[in-house]
């Protein structure tokens, strides 16, 4: 587990880049064809090069076992540990969907329902409505106002939207309210009960809301009510560059991980496109600007939640054939290849397998083993390792550490 | 990391003997020319016919990424974590330089300094004066007496010295004092600001020390004031003996591993030269009156420190030739031959990379690899381990631990 105390005592400052090149759901599994991987099978002369002149490893994203979100999986490689420092659901659907989440919001998950005459739940997702109905909903919900407070609702898919509330008035909100979801069908919903004091006023404002929102749906069955779940404020984590002494810069095309990245601190950097490429260009565009940058590519992941082992292989094999020798050229003086989990085209789902990875510097000592996959990285001597130990390795290797104690 | 509750309960008696055969800075980075490390490139017979039966594995000396100090690489050897169990700067600075450091003393670094007319300092480190000269201004030091304390004043190096103040009237010092080094220019020194209540006494004790320290240095620039830093006392951890039950002799030859090994409660067996063969002769002489022997082997590093790579390699293929057949020949149950950190001659100081480590018993399961080196290490079955874990591993295979639970 990374001690940031001790991080923050010893960074010290240094002319070196790290770049972290962040395979989204890199792992996989093997195919009955011919036992390899979909990065077994890719075609990836350039990291297997790189692979030859680095230290392989399999990283673990938050625990053995345990299968994470996208949240805290990158949580886990910027160097958090994803069990000490949690999330709120609420702020990661709004970082999900790009919502600017601002320090003092509080978020939450909201599910349209359907209610009978009684009030009594009788279908906790409404019946599934299309994304279309419950953005129509959404506006609906938009005339909603509150004393003291900005109230933003945004549609997430289907039945599902985001809920933020904003002070306005100088007040702090607080966001330790319990769901109003009672999980079953046959009972009504729960209050927004607040479960400290300090949350009373906010889960106050909540049921206000909550009441005028259920006035509006009355008779837009099967989206006749709602609940909300996951009530959270950004948790105001110890930030990236104070614990590390980085100017951090990420590139990264979807929500979700510019959303974390800036959750912790670093800077997020306009991309112009969807395409790696852009990527590149947004690389090399900032390069003299930053120490650290997280670069994320995230076709590989979406191509093993649709279980094409192909496509997946074949975004691998892009990534090495254009962003590898891109990020070379740059000449980074510490580069970590690695995956936020493993999304196994097998499983169609995020999984629990440690992630290969790959960390090369002028200063590491090389397995020699001239091949990047899961079965190399099983050999490797970087062992098997929390992958919040890769901000403090990458830290180390480039000679931004000075020495503890004497 | 070592649960000290854990070994306190488990340990039993035995007759069995633990040798820690440890090569200061062993762990190196490949030379170019045939991508070797130190180790790897020197001839090392007994130790590869030793892995041959042994297990190998990389040990992490304080967290991934992290370069340690002596103090606390040793303290993780000996079983302690390093981050939890920290040894102040002034205590180090005392043991490394032999100074018979006793319970109740309170020891800090000092450093000459220049300073202006005014008081405002404008050399921090009085110009790098010779050993010489501050041998001089140490010794027109000794001549300030204080009330109910004695006070010591040692050189260790050019500008560099340690002060200890010792109790005489029964009463207790305390350590939690500030630097009085402003760490810039131009600025007067601070005083000795206590941090706590109990350390006010002893604080007020300094600042007379440092007023007079001032007045007999006046006339002497640049050695003309100097400041105070890190200090400290004895941390008075849990001793090595009671943890673990093992009767513990050191056999090192510089003052900081015999130091270390002291503050942990060992007995410090003397040695009649510097060479290992002398080291080798006091563990023949003591081998029936202990437990666990930490035998220490400083050459690697200061080979390492030098950047000479040949050097380093003919030290460790000298270790392998007279210090091998020696423990062996004395039939230990269980020897450990590991390095404190690694001092790779490439880097030319201390580094964060694991150090190879092996560990053989009769009970030990061999990874049957013949050569002890970093890549061998890297694939062996230790894995990548904490450094305080060889301790608890060693015990266990010299049956000196019992059955934990039912």
Known sequence: MTDFTVMETLHIPADTKIVHLVLDGLGGLPRELDGKTELEAAATPNFDALAARSQLGLAVPVRPGVTPGSGPAHLGLFGYDPIRYE????????????????????????????????????????????????????????????????????????????????????????????????????????????????????????????????????????????????????????????????????IATYPMYRGVAKLVGMEVLPVAGEAVEDEIETLREHWDEYDYFFFHVKKTDSAGEDGDFERKASVIAHVDEVVVPAILDLQPDVIVVTGDHSTPSALKSHSWHPVPTLLWSSYCRPDGVAEFGERACGRGSLGVFPASDELPLALGHALRLTKYGA
Do not use: C
């Open 87 to 250: 999330v709120g659901r609420g702020v990661l659907s709004a970082l999900g969907i790009g919502f600017d989440l601002q320090p003092h919001d509080v978020a939450a998950r909201g599910n349209f329902a359907t209610v009978d005459e009684e009030g009594l739940i009788t279908d906790r997702r409404a019946g599934r409505i299309p994304t279309e109905y419950g953005q129509k909903m959404v506006e609906l919900l938009r005339g909603i106002q509150l004393p003291g407070v900005q109230v933003f609702v945004e549609v997430v898919k289907e039945y599902r939207f985001v809920l933020v509330v904003r002070p306005t008035a100088g007040q702090t909100l607080h966001g330790n309210i319990a769901d109003t979801d009672p999980q079953k069908v046959g009972v009504p919903s729960l209050p927004a009960r607040a479960r400290d004091e300090a949350s009373e006023a906010t889960a106050e404002l909540v049921n206000d809301w909550i009441t005028a929102a259920r006035e509006v749906l009355r008779d837009h069955a099967p989206a006749n009510s709602l609940n909300l779940r996951g009530f959270a404020k950004d948790p105001d984590f110890p930030k990236f560059p104070d614990i590390f002494g980085l100017k951090a810069g990420a």
